[in-house]
T-cell receptor, first 110, second 113 residues
Framework: GQQLNQSPQSMFIQEGEDVSMNCTSSSIFNTWLWYKQDPGEGPVLLIA?????ELTSNGRLTAQFGITRKDSFLNISASIPSDVGIYFCAGQLAGNQFYFGTGTSLTVIP | NAGVTQTPKFQVLKTGQSMTLQCAQD?????MSWYRQDPGMGLRLIHY???????DQGEVPNGYNVSRSTTEDFPLRLLSAAPSQTSVYFC????????????FGSGTRLTVV
């Protein structure tokens, strides 16, 4: 399957700090998605990106579709305790299949 | 609107037992899929379906069977459970176009002893 490399693997930050994470691939993707997974739950869609260079925000979250179409970035500003969870990127090559990254585990220390 | 419903939420099996994980969606989505989630490996696709009567293999299909007799239901069958199948299983669905991503169920945590 496609390899999506997500980094960092885990993050421990103080409440109020900004967070940056990214996802890279050797393949060119048509769509990038970012999901968040709370403990014991399924992933929930945060942001969807559809063209190279696109920058999209959802509240304190901002994501970008890399200009090469091989990467994507997610930033969280002014983190709060409820931001805790695992963040996944997902890329779509063609058709309806998405390939998922290995996830970034975020811990916010109050 | 229930979305994607998975049952059971937890299950313990003995090696060699068989069982079916249930998945149902009420959004009239054409596309449905099963993923397994293992630590450090993200979500890996097991099987998927693009509509009733049509299924196909994903990245890790061995040891699993699926069928899609209706648009709403997409059960996953473990034929003879093995400890390597201990994992968290997620069902997901989307409209055929898929550009808005998947809606996931809340998962089934399976332990094979």
């Amino acid at each position: 399957g496609q390899q999506l490399n997500q980094s960092p693997q885990s993050m421990f930050i103080q409440e109020g700090e900004d967070v940056s994470m990214n996802c890279t691939s050797s393949s060119i993707f048509n769509t990038w998605l970012w999901y968040k997974q709370d403990p014991g739950e399924g992933p929930v869609l945060l942001i969807a990106l559809y063209k190279a260079g696109e920058l999209t925000s959802n509240g304190r979250l901002t994501a970008q579709f890399g200009i090469t179409r091989k990467d994507s970035f997610l930033n969280i500003s002014a983190s709060i305790p409820s931001d805790v969870g695992i963040y996944f990127c997902a890329g779509q090559l063609a058709g309806n299949q998405f390939y998922f990254g290995t996830g970034t585990s975020l811990t916010v220390i109050p | 609107n229930a979305g994607v419903t998975q049952t059971p939420k937890f299950q313990v099996l003995k090696t060699g037992q068989s069982m079916t994980l249930q998945c149902a969606q009420d959004m009239n989505h054409e596309y449905m899929s099963w993923y397994r989630q293992d630590p450090g490996m993200g979500l890996r696709l097991i099987h998927y379906s693009v509509g009733a009567g049509i299924t196909d293999q994903g990245e890790v299909p061995n040891g699993y069977n699926v069928s899609r007799s209706t648009t709403e239901d997409f059960p996953l069958r473990l034929l003879s459970a093995a400890p390597s199948q201990t994992s968290v299983y997620f069902c997901a669905s989307s409209p055929w176009t898929g550009v808005y991503g998947y809606t996931f169920g809340s998962g089934t945590r399976l332990t094979v002893v």
